[in-house]
């Protein structure tokens, strides 16, 4: 894994060992960013479900202001932590350690809306967790997301889940994966 543009252009990012996480292929990391380009500077981002910071961390090269992560894996929390010390990211970025839908229950709404969410949960809480889901969904519209925001939502191409109240401006597919740009 590496950043593909940007400030951070080239530069190797700690991987997983395992299958706990799904690492972005540069190919489709490229496609992804190809269209959020002109959302990207001066953006504040959330990577949900972040495992090791990818794309999180490829928009804080292509200039975006701030990035939040959000994983509960031990071992990708730890690469997580060494990829942001490795770019000297430290000042744009806070790693949120822990359930992610208990915190955005419990908080309250940011001073700054997101512009850019990643959402890229393991492939089986949409088959088991779809309610969980759709109530992050819900929270993310109410509370987090700017109005002209956008959701990139990475899901395995089989399954299929509506996240009620965004619509999708967008959809690609690349071989098994399928990622949705939502928005208000």
């Known amino acids: 894994m590496r950043i593909i543009a940007g400030e951070f252009r080239g530069r190797k990012l ?25 959302r990207l500077p001066d953006a504040v981002v959330y990577d949900l479900f972040a495992g090791t910071g990818s794309m999180g961390l490829e928009s804080l090269s292509r200039g975006s202001k701030f990035a939040s992560f959000f994983e509960t894996d031990r071992s990708a929390l730890d690469l997580l932590r060494e990829n942001i010390a490795t770019l ?8 949120i350690a822990g359930d992610l839908f208990r915190w955005f229950d419990s908080k309250p709404e940011p001073p700054e809306k997101m512009n850019i969410i990643f959402l890229d949960p393991p492939y089986r809480f949409l088959t088991e967790q779809p309610d969980n889901l759709r109530a992050l969904s819900e929270t993310m519209a109410g509370k987090y997301l700017s109005p002209q925001g956008v959701v990139v939502f990475r899901h395995d191409i089989q399954d299929s889940l509506d996240l009620p109240p965004f619509r999708r401006s967008d959809v690609r597919d690349y071989g098994g994966m399928r990622v949705e740009f939502l928005g208000l």
């Open 14 to 38: 700690l991987g997983p060992e395992g299958d706990q996480t799904r690492p972005i292929t540069d190919r489709v990391k490229q496609s992804v960013f190809d269209v959020l380009s002109p």
């Open 88 to 95: 000297a990211v430290k000042d744009r970025a806070t790693i």
